[in-house]
C-alpha cells in the first residue's frame, strides 16, 4: 500500500528497469526524494525480465551503445562494491565466452570489420576472424557457406541477471523506495506535466516526476499521456537442451545467418530466435508455436553444429521483447513537452545488459537536470518525433 498520498517520483513498473532506476536514485548524491514503484504483478511471472537470457556484449556498432555495455561488464564484475560492499550482496561471475556472429555474405563481412574497429577504438578486445581462424578455435563448427566473423572473449557472454535484479529490488526497499502492488489505469494532467496516477485500487498518487518503466506495455501507459510511442510486445522463443554429443568446449553466443542463435547453458546448451512472421502481439499473449524448434531451430543447430543433431529438448519457454519499431532502440529521457514524464522503454531485448548504465543516466537526468556519467540524449523520444533513426546495425 502507498505510504504517503504523494511522492516525488512514481515509476510505473517494477520490474529491471523500474528496480534500477529506484536504486540508483537512492545512490545518486543530491537525490533525496520519496519513490514509489507501481507494479501490477509482484510474481514478474510474464516480465520481460524474468524471461531473459542474461547476456552482455560489447559487439554493437554505436559507441554509445558499446559505451552503455562497457560499464554493464564493469558493474556486473563488481557487483559488491557497488551495492556497498555488503557481505550478503554475492559476486556476479561474468562467463565470457564471448558472442559469434557469423557472416555469410562480403556485405555482412564489411559491417562486422567496420564495427570491429569502432569497438577496438573504445577499448573492447573484439576481432575479427577468417573462416580458417574460426575453424582453428572453435572445430565443432561446419562453415559452409560462412566467410568470416567477429568474436571477443573479454566481458561479453552470460551473467546471472536474476540475481541482479533481485538486489535492485532489495536494496531500494532498504532504502526507502515503497513497492505498491497495484495497476496504473490512468494520468491526470495539465497543459504540461502529469501531476499523479490513478490505481486500480481507487487510489489516486500525486508525483513530482513520471517514469514510465512498463515494458512491453510502455505504450498503453504512453497513451494515457496521449503519447504515441511506438514500442509493442512481441514474442522471442527460447529452448534448452541436451546434447548426446557435448562440445569439448564452451559453445561461445553464435548467431547464425538464418537468425538462430545458440549458446552454452551450463551442462546444457540455449537456443533461440524470433518466429518468421514476427507481429505485434497482446500484453497478454504467450502462445507457443512449437513448431518451431522442428522447423526451424533443430535444423539450424544440427547444420552448424552437426554434434547437435542428436539432441534432447529439456525447456522452452517464450517472453516478449519490449520492441520498438521505430529503430529497435531504447527510448530514454524527458517528453520533450510533457517535462516530467520521463521513458525509460522499447530496449528490443537489450534491456538488461543496458540497465546499469541507462538507471544510472536517469538517475542523474532527475536528480541534476542532465546525464553526467553518460550522455543517453541520442535515445530521447525527439529522434521519433522527427523521424531520425538512431543507427545500431549489431541487432539480434
Excluded at 6 to 23: E, P, Q
Excluded at 166 to 189: P, S
Excluded at 324 to 336: E, I, K, L, M
Amino acid at each position: 500500500m502507498p505510504t504517503t498520498p504523494s511522492y516525488d517520483v512514481v515509476i510505473i513498473g517494477g520490474a529491471i528497469y523500474g528496480s534500477a532506476l529506484a536504486w540508483w536514485l537512492t545512490n545518486t548524491p543530491g537525490f533525496d526524494g520519496s519513490i514509489a514503484v507501481i507494479e501490477r504483478d509482484p510474481t514478474y511471472a510474464y516480465a520481460s525480465t524474468s524471461h531473459t537470457n542474461s547476456c552482455i556484449r560489447q559487439q554493437f556498432s554505436n559507441p554509445t551503445n558499446i559505451q552503455i555495455s562497457q560499464f554493464g561488464a564493469e558493474f556486473i564484475k563488481n557487483f559488491r562494491a557497488f551495492m556497498g560492499g555488503d557481505p550478503e550482496v554475492p559476486h556476479l561471475p561474468l562467463q565470457s565466452y564471448g558472442y559469434m556472429y557469423l557472416a555469410d555474405t562480403d556485405g555482412f563481412a564489411r559491417t562486422l570489420q567496420e564495427s570491429q574497429k569502432i569497438q577496438a577504438k573504445l577499448g573492447a578486445h573484439t576481432r575479427y576472424m577468417t573462416r580458417e581462424e574460426i575453424a582453428a578455435a572453435y572445430p565443432f563448427y561446419n562453415l559452409d557457406g560462412i566467410i568470416g566473423g567477429n568474436h571477443n572473449l573479454v566481458d561479453e557472454g552470460y551473467f546471472d541477471g536474476g540475481t541482479m535484479f533481485d538486489w535492485f529490488k532489495r536494496m531500494a526497499r532498504r532504502n526507502g523506495v515503497t513497492y505498491v502492488h497495484d495497476e496504473v489505469v490512468g494520468l491526470t494532467a495539465s497543459s504540461s506535466a502529469i501531476d499523479g496516477v490513478t490505481l486500480k485500487s481507487g487510489d489516486t498518487l500525486t508525483c513530482g516526476t513520471l517514469v514510465n518503466a512498463s515494458g512491453p506495455r510502455a505504450a498503453a501507459t504512453a497513451a494515457m499521456a496521449g503519447i504515441d510511442l511506438p514500442v509493442r510486445p512481441r514474442k522471442r522463443y527460447t529452448f534448452i537442451f541436451d546434447a548426446a554429443q557435448p562440445l569439448d568446449r564452451d559453445l561461445p553466443l553464435t548467431i547464425d545467418p538464418s537468425g538462430v542463435h545458440m549458446r552454452t547453458d551450463g551442462q546444457y546448451y540455449l537456443a533461440g530466435c524470433p518466429p518468421d512472421d514476427d507481429p505485434d502481439v497482446d500484453y497478454d499473449d504467450f502462445g507457443f508455436d512449437h513448431s518451431l524448434w522442428e522447423n526451424k531451430v533443430w535444423p539450424v543447430l544440427a547444420t552448424r553444429v552437426p554434434a547437435f543433431e542428436q539432441i534432447k529438448l529439456i525447456n522452452e519457454w517464450v517472453g516478449h521483447y519490449a520492441f520498438n519499431t521505430f529503430d529497435q532502440n531504447a527510448v530514454v529521457g524527458r517528453h520533450p513537452e510533457i517535462a516530467n514524464f520521463i521513458f525509460l522503454n522499447g530496449f528490443s531485448g537489450h534491456g538488461l545488459q543496458q540497465s546499469p548504465a541507462i538507471a544510472r543516466g536517469v538517475a542523474e537526468l532527475i536528480t541534476h537536470g542532465a546525464y553526467r556519467s553518460l550522455d543517453l540524449s541520442p535515445f530521447g523520444f525527439e529522434r521519433v518525433v522527427s523521424n531520425t533513426k538512431f543507427v545500431e546495425k549489431a541487432v539480434i
